[in-house]
């Protein structure tokens, strides 16, 4: 419980002091103390909870599933801390921003991480709510902080869609409340996942089926499902990339999150009814149109932060399938996934932030040349996107070979589109890739400062994940398998 | 089967004041004038803040009074008063926007209300409360506040669709569930006032930005992808 | 027994020719008072009438017998509209064919007529009266019989007679359904009537006006006939809704103190309604004619809106 206070009060209080804080060297450093507490905080979490079992307390519950989240979040957010340090620095100098845009920048940015941090460890799926909309309050005028009017546009496309989505869920949420109050002795019944849990047997299947509807349109839209995806590439493109690296790499997993643990509620509720798999069922569907839409989308577009985004898109829809097949192994899978995909992308974001200040541009016509002109920027890309593509011996492949082998035992039918998707996908990255990395670098351009450890790191427990899952995290994983389908893969 | 005439007046008034929630959705929708939008919007949340505080006499509910006067305090002033000032710093208080395709708009806003009603119809068959019907009018008005946000082009008549979208959800909480619990209903409050802070600094950024509100102009991002093609 | 029911529905019909004059000349004096006139007796209606009666009759040589017939076919047609609603009474033995769907009809026979005497003569005013008049009325019908079917479904009937009793029965209670179809039919009423803002009944000023356009070749008795006709249709809007939605003091047991007192009870309805419409009048300003179809759109909506909430707040599963 005390860990738990630390890791949510620091991203509070820091983000009032930094609100306050003028001078940029001070804040950068002090954005990254604070991420590295919190990050201490919630490894302290997880080994408390490796020993407990669960922590239930009034409002918060901390188990397998979230608290290796937490830790992915605090870890991802301490790594993009420390490179967004030097960049935002950068970004000051050629005066794309000021210094009060650098105040709310800092504020902002440990507010976002508190509104991850509630979301992932709250038990009362009201809070959830209000929590992964704080998340788009915070994190909205850091896309339009440019203010170019490209910028804006962005901004105003992310803060309209995802607020009308998240109120959807809303509507979702007040359902499963209205399950949970007509639902058969449980006379005190509130809005705490682990209660609904206990009971989701007795609520009634008809309005948790129009719930999860709701539910999953709500926050698939921020997790970036197509057709509700159309604000993710504006806003990962036109947002300060640090920006990027944080909505790629975290938000859109807490957005996932959510959606499985309504899943798990919504399962138990529909276990004695004619189709127990309908929930299953609504999430391979839109994973799947996720998955192929986003990875055909990835040929057309010309700034190479889009082209990431859309890369996140089809992860997230990769998972969301994934979620949906159910059974041990697709979960475990999909649990693998979500923390590679989360390491690589954040780390590809921070690469191509340097790509984009080397050149001057994000226009991928325009980066050219980069193992030139800077080695280490080169080589991050070229192996960041090489992870993300799914090549072996890299975390990614691991996870969707785990993917692939469980959809060919349950649906061997999408193993085809899963495949094509792959290909598709890959070919599109690798096309835009290749003349970035290795073309004829324009006059004139010079390498920038640029501090490529995070993505080493990052890089690095990718590429370990795939030759070996260490065991304290397999086995932690698994429990999290446990708890999602009751039943271990290990 | 009418139920109607079994209810008490005091209940029946609320039913009378969702009808009327429902009503002012509709005049939101067609209504072309900018501040007597704002206005309609402002006394959809006095009707929602009458409707939760006679929910709470009936149903004797201490708490659902907090969050009628909530309600009251925010989608009735506090809200329609920052629009208010902000429609004046822009100078838009002017402001005439024809709506298209009014009649096409209307037809489908009818059809939004009559598929609202067949949405809901396993939830009112629930045992539920006098309340029960105005589920399909909260869902209603959800859904043609989006419908407000699609068929209008400036921003602010934009945030008043978004807006009575949230006044939708409350009422589909009041109705549904005699509000949800407190810690949620102020984080929800919470949110929306930051929300409504946000889009009067967006309003002011877009219109520095284009020199209008007129959200269609911002179409920048969806050309540069027509190009790549 | 039977026979005093007889004589009530002649009580009744009386009541509309005698009363309608005196209605409109409420209404004047009302709309003069807040205006800060003394204006007209609210017996000049009838004086009005008497004088033109007396009148020689002028028709216009273009003139075919059919302006000669149709204030004759308009006077009655609106004269048996309004026996069909009840003012003092309910289940006379004529209520079986009060039906709201007969008053529809003989209300646009009458102004079909209108609308052809309007063309008939070949001047320019009438025939553009009557074009308005058949725009107003294609638009007011739908809302009309929207708000009627609203009625309607509460009752399980479109006999006026069987919805005014379902409305005594209901006692007091707030319907939003009732409330909707109120304000459409009062809507639709404002423009059948020709009251402001659709049409102004005081002004000769050509290019606004709609009734009195059709009716500037008319004069004499043609004419008495015509504005009498315009004024009970202006007392059956005003009876129906009464009757509908403020039904209090209506009777269904025919002895003479229970119509004694639903006569005083309608009458003080009429004036109360007379007055409003009167101060509604002061307030609002005539619209532009294009304005008007956008009135009688929202009217439809309301009526729409009042189906819709019987459907979904008021049936219960």
Known sequence: ?490 | MNVASELSLLQQTVLIAAALVLFLSFVLLAQPRLLAAIRAFAWQGGLLALITGLVATVNAEAHLFVSALLTLALKAILIPWMLHRLTRRLELERHLEAVKHAAFVQIVAVALVLFSYWLVLPIIQQDLGFTRNIVAVSLAVVLLGLWVMITRQQAVFQVLGFMSIENGLFLAAVSATEGMPLVVELGIAFDVLVAMVLFGVFFLRIHNSIDSLDVDRLNRLHERLEDSR | MSSFAWLTICLQALIYVSLAPLLTGWIRKAKARLQNRRGPSVFQPYRDLRKLLAKDVHVAHTASPLFRVAPYIVFVSTWLAAITVPILVVELPTAAVADLIVLVGLLALGRFFLALAGMDVGTAFGGMGASREMLISALAEPAMLMAVFTLAMQAHSTNLSTIVTHQIELGLSLKPSLMFALAALSLVAIAETGRIPVDNPATHLELTMVHEAMLLEYTGRHLALMEWAAQVKLMLYGALIVAIFFPWGMTEIVDVDGVMIALLATLGKLALLGAVLAGAETVLAKARLFRVPALLNFALLLGLLGLLSHVILEIGT
Not at chain 1, 26 to 38: D, F, H, I, Y
Not at chain 1, 144 to 170: D, H, M, N, Q
Not at chain 1, 258 to 280: E, F, H, N, Y
Not at chain 1, 301 to 323: N, V
Request: charged content about 10%; hydrophobic content about 55%; aromatic content about 10%.
């Open chain 1, 1 to 490: 419980m005390n860990m738990l206070a630390w890791l949510l009060l620091t991203p509070v209080a820091s983000a009032c002091v930094l609100a306050m804080v003028r001078s940029l060297h001070a804040a950068g450093w002090m954005n990254v103390t604070a991420s590295l507490v919190t990050l201490v905080a919630s490894v302290l979490l997880a080994i408390q909870v490796a020993g407990s079992g669960e922590i239930v307390s009034a409002y918060f519950l901390i188990d397998a599933f979230n608290v290796y989240l937490i830790v992915l979040t605090s870890f991802v957010g301490l790594t993009t801390a420390i490179f967004s340090r030097p960049y935002m620095a950068y970004v000051h100098e050629t005066g794309m921003t000021d210094t009060r845009g650098l105040r709310l920048y800092h504020a902002m940015y440990q507010a976002f991480m508190f509104t991850m941090l509630l979301a992932l460890t709250t038990d009362n799926i009201g809070v959830l709510w209000v929590a992964v909309e704080g998340a788009t309050l915070a994190t909205v005028l850091l896309v339009s902080l440019y203010r170019t009017p490209e910028a804006i546009e962005a901004a105003w496309k992310y803060f309209i869609l995802c607020g009308v989505g998240i109120a959807l869920a809303l509507f979702g949420t007040v359902l499963l409340y209205f399950a949970a109050q007509h639902s058969d002795g449980w006379s005190d019944a509130s809005l705490a996942w682990s209660e609904l849990y206990q009971h989701s047997a007795g609520l009634e299947p008809v309005v948790t089926s129009l719930a999860f509807v709701f539910l999953l349109v709500g926050y698939g839209t921020k997790v970036g499902l197509v057709p509700m995806h159309q604000w993710l590439p504006d806003a990962h493109s036109e947002g300060p990339t640090p920006m990027s690296a944080v909505l790629s790499g975290l938000l859109l997993n807490v957005a996932l999150y959510a959606i499985v643990r309504i899943k798990m509620l919504v399962d138990g509720s529909m276990a004695g009814t004619g189709t127990p798999q309908l929930a299953g069922w609504l999430l391979m569907g839109f994973g799947l149109t996720s998955f192929l839409v986003a990875s055909l989308f990835l040929h057309r577009q010309r700034d190479i932060k889009r082209m990431f985004s859309y890369s996140s898109i089809e992860h997230m829809g990769l998972m969301t399938f994934a979620f949906g097949l159910g059974g041990p192994l697709a979960t475990f899978g999909a649990l693998l996934h979500m923390l590679v995909h989360s390491l690589t992308k954040s780390a590809i974001f921070v690469t191509v932030g340097h790509a984009a200040h080397i050149a001057g541009t994000q226009n991928i016509d325009n980066i050219r040349g980069l193992i030139r002109t800077q080695p280490a920027v080169g080589w991050g890309l070229l192996l960041g996107v090489a992870a993300i593509a799914g090549f072996p011996p890299f975390g990614v492949f691991t996870s969707e070979f785990l993917l692939l082998t469980a959809t060919m035992d349950s649906q061997p039918w999408f193993t085809v589109a899963l495949l094509s998707g792959l290909a598709i996908a890959f070919a599109g990255l690798f096309r835009h890739l290749h003349p970035m990395v290795y073309g004829v670098a324009p006059e004139g351009q010079v390498p920038v400062p640029a501090n490529m450890i995070p993505v080493a790191i990052h890089l690095l427990i990718v590429l370990v994940l795939g030759f070996a899952i260490p065991d304290v995290l397999a086995g932690w994983i698994d429990r999290a398998t446990l708890l999602i389908t009751g039943a271990h893969w290990l």
